[in-house]
């Protein structure tokens, strides 16, 4: 099992481009999320997705969109891409509310 | 407001010695908790969790204490070894859903 794989591992992008992250499991779970982590901070949830087929915000959901695409994949899309969005973003997924979360390996974006 | 806290943001043990990292937090409804460890360049991987009807759990090498009355939690180590050395940390759920909210960390470094 490869667990939760994040697509690309860095990306450059200049202000106003925009781009998708991919990320899929293969555990089977019901849930998925996406994180920002910045420097010196811990993760701050931006989607999640706590079934195939319904998506909800978190506490920074402003710039972004998700897509459940199916069980397995959960993408996150910048439509334009700002300097504020220079993060490290994080997918994760869980089989349910009250369990743990698998994390990618992230994925690097910086903006200019 | 809601937050979850760490007392301690950098802790510096002795190979062999017991470590000791602290949160706090201050939403008393949060009914689940868990520790994870992030190591550099890597995702959170999960270490421990704890529901809110227990006060203790024990894992390998690692115990969690949940204090109600003073919304405190700790991750005790024992017997550290250098692969410990990472970043810690604490997340609370209270939404009965998916928001977990994340501290900020706390760097732990094993000395030779």
């Known amino acids: 099992n490869a667990g939760v794989t994040q697509t690309p591992k860095f990306q450059v992008l200049k202000t106003g481009q925009s781009m998708t992250l991919q990320c899929a499991q293969d555990m089977n779970h019901n849930s998925m999320y996406w994180y920002r982590q910045d420097p010196g901070m811990g993760l701050r949830l931006i989607y999640y997705s706590a079934s195939e087929g319904t998506t909800d915000k978190g506490e920074v959901p402003n710039g972004y969109n998700v897509s459940r695409l199916n069980k397995r994949e959960f993408s996150l899309r910048l439509e334009s891409a700002a300097p504020s969005q220079t993060s490290v973003y994080f997918c994760?997924?869980?089989?349910?509310?009250?369990?743990?979360?698998?994390f990618g390996p992230g994925t690097r974006l910086t903006v200019l | 407001g809601e937050s979850v806290g760490l007392h301690l943001p950098t802790l510096s043990v002795q190979e062999g010695d017991n470590s000791i990292i602290n949160c706090a937090y201050s939403?008393?409804?949060?009914?689940?908790f868990i520790w994870y460890k992030q190591e550099s360049g890597k995702g959170p991987q999960f270490i421990i969790d704890?529901?809110?009807?227990?006060d203790k759990r024990q894992g390998q090498r690692v115990t969690v204490l949940l204090n109600k009355t003073v919304k405190h939690l700790s991750l005790q180590i024992a017997a550290t070894q250098p692969g410990d050395s990472a970043v810690y940390f604490c997340a609370e759920n209270h939404n009965y859903g998916q928001n977990f909210v994340f501290g900020p960390g706390t760097r732990l470094s094993v000395l030779p």
């Open positions: 704890i529901r809110s009807n227990m």
């Open positions: 939403n008393s409804a949060s009914d689940y």
């Open positions: 994760a997924s869980s089989r349910g509310t009250y369990n743990e979360q698998f």
